[in-house]
């Protein structure tokens, strides 16, 4: 392990970062308000439509939901996110918080890099798992490296101070707290999404199965009107939550790919040696395909974009409503970052 003394180092602003930062904060505060306002038209529009046409009599009222309300419940749920969205993002994944005695040399390693990069020294976590990854998450007065132990097994000590650097840069730099946020409006979308569909599945299959059958024009005027209405409102939300798990989604990465850069770089600074971390990448780009894919789909979670690697796998199966090829990649290309890291490496050997 380098024997670099844990000096204060100062890390310079990135602006472009701060700016995106900004902008994703913006957009992650606007989007629910424009997700619930979107169900309101549409309950106003095609929801008084089918309470007309059922009940066969015109229809006088509206949907509406308070201003205020909607800011009190939308503020409260990203508050809530960002206190404990970090506790939900380590469960996801099966990550348990370790202490010194259990891993003396992350502790150590994560003490000294903290003080270097002048952060509060954070949690350090551990997923059981091949995958060699990781990744780092804040909210609220938590904050959490967290390592696999894949990753542990497989990197020297320069490349895993260098590993440990990267993410503790997101923590300097703030962004983990801006991707521990971005995760809620996703993960509800996704969740809705993935009911609206299996209740439109379950239907298909019971009326499939003969479940649709009547005794009269009555009975029958009532299963079509019970029809309609499931129906409908199953395939608005999950046109919905897609549409905006689309727009979550896509904000998240185009986040998550400059933070990588900047982090790449804070770390070559703190550590004084790119190639460390350009040999770590290396190492883990070359072993994540010979992962079973079971584990990569364990370590999924819904935060593939939180990681230092990415993943070659997601876990959805090929029945997804939404095929992930759509999206940017959620880092910049392994062999683009690489270059970038030798580069400095070579500008540090001529000084």
Do not use: C
Not at 179 to 191: E, H, K, N, R, S
Not at 226 to 247: D, E, G, K
Not at 260 to 278: C, K, M, V
């Amino acid at each position: 392990m380098s024997s670099r003394l844990a000096d204060s180092i100062d890390l310079e602003p990135d602006r472009e970062l701060r700016l995106r930062m900004a902008l994703a904060l913006f957009f992650i505060t606007v989007l629910p308000f424009a997700f619930v306002y979107t169900f309101v038209f549409l309950l106003n529009t095609v929801g008084i439509a089918l309470l007309e046409w059922a009940n066969e009599r015109p229809y006088t009222g509206e949907f509406y939901v308070g201003p205020l309300l909607l800011v009190v419940v939308v503020l409260g749920g990203l508050a809530i996110q960002y206190l404990y969205g970090p506790s939900a993002v380590l469960g996801s994944v099966g990550a348990s918080r370790v202490d010194a005695d259990s891993y003396p040399t992350v502790h150590a390693t994560v003490t000294r890099l903290a003080a270097q990069a002048d952060v509060p020294k954070p949690d350090v976590a551990v997923i059981d798992s091949e995958v060699p990854n990781a990744f780092a998450v804040a909210g609220g007065n938590t904050e959490a490296v967290v390592v696999t132990t894949g990753l542990l097994e497989l990197l020297s000590e320069d490349e895993l101070e260098a590993t440990l650097a990267h993410e503790l840069a997101h923590l300097a730099n703030r962004d983990a707290r801006v991707m521990t946020a971005a995760w809620l409006l996703p993960t509800i979308t996704y969740y809705l999404a993935i009911v609206a569909f299996y209740v439109l599945y379950g239907f298909v299959r019971v009326l499939g199965a003969g479940g649709g059958s009547s005794g009269g024009d009555r009975d029958g005027r009532g299963l079509l009107v019970a029809i309609v209405v499931i129906v409908v409102t199953a395939v608005l939300t999950l046109a919905v939550s897609a549409m905006f798990w689309f727009a979550s989604v896509l904000l998240y990465r185009l986040l998550s790919r400059y933070r990588e850069h900047a982090a790449d770089r804070a770390a070559a600074t703190i550590t004084g040696s790119p190639a460390a971390l350009a040999s770590a990448l290396e190492k883990i780009d070359e072993t994540m395909p010979d992962v079973p894919d079971d584990d990569l789909r364990d370590l999924d979670g819904g935060v593939e974009a939180l990681y230092l690697a990415p993943l070659e796998s997601r876990a959805f199966s090929s029945a997804e409503l939404i095929s992930t090829d759509i999206f940017p990649d959620t880092h910049p290309p392994t062999a683009e970052r690489l270059e970038y890291l030798r580069d400095l490496e070579q500008e540090r050997i001529q000084r």
